[in-house]
């Protein structure tokens, strides 16, 4: 007769096991942010279909000190949000070869930041020069 | 400086089936030397303070992968981890998480066997040769495309790191799936489409949430999650490329 009894442990609380699981758990509820800021500028596009009158209601929503606040606070989380996409682009991608020599994930991760931060900077200088 | 009477604690999560209904904590206090590793102590306990605990062990180099193991919490080569390093706070131990313990530091690895043969991890070949031919060629370019991924020693850390794997165990998890990359990806082979079968399943890479972690506990540097996730996209095109692949 085998006296085999394994024993299974509880996976209650996982998350708080490891600081690298917490800082998963932040990059996915990070996402839900992101999303949730896409659905704001969704209003925004559909208020403006709507005529001039809906479109300054959503623009004066959007005035609203709580709408500064929470506009900031979403800021911090994209912020995040990009740079923890980028930190697990190396794991997506295959092996980059570059002159016979393969791209450290370091260098990736830079690269895609870089170009994060330019084209939010391209983005800002469009909207500032837009300005009325 | 002297080494001489350092005392550490080694507090080991102990489980003996038959007398135990759940696993407890034992402290062992464990005189050591800084080059002495984990796995060290743990034989320091067995032949002098108490000979039933059962740990698996082998080489002591970091190539059998036999005496993985969770140490203060991480998943860890017990042989590649120095007691130094927690002096004088001590260490906890404790069976690889996410398997069930079979005893003390042992865990249960049936399920880890049967994935591993599933994937048939060894070369199928592409075209058979006979002896007179020669050899299969390969470039230094094609070799750089498998060569981290078979580096794999069967530690299974990464299981032990892989959260959806703890959560549900049907997943085919990291380091079956880097080892089945290692073929696919291996020119020589033929077998990729047998293999696809379980790259596309449900249990296959999209169990994956890219945690990461198994990537980062590997101490082969084979990198499971880059496989893993290489392989979504695999599993894409092949989803959508049979809409125009000629039968």
Redesign the interface.
Known sequence: MS???????S?NG??R??P??VR?MIR?ATALIVAAYALVLLAGVLCLAQGEAAWNGWLAQMQRPVSIVLHVLMLAVMIYHTYSWFE?M??????L?VGGK?VSAAAITMTGLAAAVAAAAATFAVAWMLRP | MSEAGKVIEIEVLR?R??QDA??VTQMFRVPFTDDMSVLQGLQYIKDHLDGTLSFRWSCRMAICGSCGMMID??PKLSCKTFLREFYPAGLRVEAL??F???RDLVA?VDDFIVKLESIKPYLIPKESRRLEQGEYLQTP?EL??YEQFSSCINCMLCYAAC?QY??DSKFTGPGVLALLHRYNADSRDGGRDERMQLVNAEEGVWSC?????C??VCPKAV?P??AV??N??ESAKDYFLRFVRKQ
Not at chain 2, 209 to 213: E, F, I, L, P, R
């Open positions: 006296g085999r009894r394994p024993y299974v442990r996976m996982w998350w096991r490891d690298f699981f998963y996915e697990i190396p794991k997506t991608m295959p092996a070869f393969r | 489980y089936p038959e759940a696993p919490g991480k998480a996410h069930p313990i079979e249960g370019h750089e495309q959260p703890g959560l949430t890219a945690v990461g972690y990537s980062e990198d999650a880059n996730n290489l979504k996209v």
